[in-house]
């Protein structure tokens, strides 16, 4: 792959089909029609099962070997990978999904911010256009339903936002960490969290097989690739595919649930993958 793409072209491809994936987390959530805790409880477990199964496969070490070979990192970035998922699922219970996702726009400048602190790390002017066009695509796409959802709703989705934004500082920062491991952690501590308040095995088979889809295969795939994204490309610039989840999810949901797409979500759609595209572009002026 190395000696088809350059380094920034690998970043880019990753970051996108990254977020392909992690958007079909909204439609199985759906799908399943499962409360929330149940959905979180099962979803961490098949993700800690499936990285458990893998991480001997493709980095040739146990599980728990490579959690303390990366020690106290790996742990912070488990945790807040924890953090972002579960507060993501409770927002879309909690407020609308149209607030969640308008919230959501916010998390490549808030990683953009996050990473000029930590790690002195300039964002082009180039991506910061394409992160402004971005956050409007995303407000004409939920322009018809925003203001309808609830505070603790929304303060979940910030909560994720900050999460999922610190994480990519980290992942930044030690591209050597284990991406899969990191990843596994953060479907323990949501299964382990979500065990309490959740009626995990009330259950039905067809519930289960979609929580086993998008836990144990594209939601975690989806997340791996958005980790491995930061080898390549800044925290500003994985952030600034945040938005390709909320059009894919949108056009998932026309697809298959037959909700019709309005005008403006389609316009939204295009404005976003367009600034996208822009912002994400290499440039020797930036």
């Not at 995303?138 to 929304?154: E, K, M, P, T």
């Amino acid at each position: 792959m190395s000696s088809r793409f350059a380094p920034h072209q690998i970043g880019v491809l990753l970051a996108f089909g990254g977020m392909l994936l992690i958007s079909l987390d909204s439609l199985g959530v759906r799908l399943t029609e499962a409360a929330d805790w149940d959905i979180a409880f099962w979803f961490g477990t098949f993700t800690v099962a499936a990285m458990v199964l893998l991480v001997p496969i493709i980095s040739r070490v146990s599980f728990v070997s490579a959690v303390r070979h990366d020690g106290a990192p790996i742990l912070a970035s488990g945790l807040l990978q924890t953090a972002s998922t579960l507060f993501f699922i409770l927002a879309i219970g909690a407020t609308t999904v149209s607030n969640t996702v308008v919230i959501f726009a916010a998390a490549p400048a808030v990683a953009a911010v996050i990473a000029w602190v930590a790690l002195d790390e300039v964002t082009p002017v180039r991506t910061w256009i394409g992160i402004a066009i971005s956050i409007v695509g995303v407000a004409l796409v939920v322009s018809g339903s925003i203001g309808a959802g609830r505070l603790a709703g929304d303060l979940y989705a910030v909560g994720a936002i900050f999460a999922f934004s610190i994480n990519l500082t980290i992942w930044r920062k030690l591209p050597n960490q284990n991406r899969m491991a990191a990843v596994g952690l953060g479907g323990l501590g949501m299964a382990l969290i979500a065990w309490f308040p959740a009626q995990p095995f009330d259950l039905g088979a067809r519930a289960l097989l979609i929580l086993a889809a998008i836990g144990g295969i594209f939601g975690p795939a989806g997340r791996i690739m958005v980790a491995n994204a930061t080898r390549y490309i800044s925290g500003a610039q994985v952030g600034l595919f945040v938005p390709v989840e909320t059009v894919a999810a949108t056009t998932w949901a026309w697809l298959f649930l037959g909700e019709a797409a309005p005008r403006n979500t389609i316009l939204g759609g295009l404005i976003v993958l367009g600034a996208v595209w822009y912002g994400s572009r290499q440039s020797e002026a930036a």
